[in-house]
């Protein structure tokens, strides 16, 4: 098992910046790959951005130059350092780690942000 706990979020101005964190414990050994995942209001969960087992990273489209994920092997901690927010980042930010056995995937409860002037 692997539990995952996010950190890092809460209210900004647009234009403002955050560091998300995500800690791992328990079974580091099965993480595959991890990834941030966002969901809004009334919206399905989408993802942000995934780095892949071999080191290659994925960011969706809308992340635009804008986020930038990264790993902390020795803290086995997770990061996405977001910055100039738009009040259509505002969304529950949760990191999930695609794991090498069952039960296949961990997620996070989850870290609010809140984009609004």
């Known amino acids: 098992q692997v539990q995952l706990v996010e950190s890092g979020g809460g209210l900004v101005q647009p234009g403002g910046s955050l560091r998300l964190s995500c800690a791992a414990s328990?079974?580091?050994?099965?993480?595959?790959?991890m990834a941030w995942y966002r969901q809004a209001p009334g919206k399905q969960r989408e993802l942000v951005a995934a780095l892949l087992s071999g080191g290659s990273i994925n960011y969706a489209r809308f992340v635009k130059g804008r986020f930038t994920i990264s790993r902390d092997n020795a803290q086995n901690t997770l990061y996405l350092q977001v910055s100039s927010l738009k009040p259509e980042d505002t969304a529950v930010y949760y990191c999930?780690?695609?794991?090498?056995?069952?039960?296949?995937?961990?997620w996070g409860q989850g870290t609010q942000v809140t984009v609004s002037s």
């Open positions: 328990g079974s580091i050994s099965s993480i595959n790959s």
């Open positions: 999930n780690a695609a794991l090498r056995g069952p039960p296949f995937e961990s």
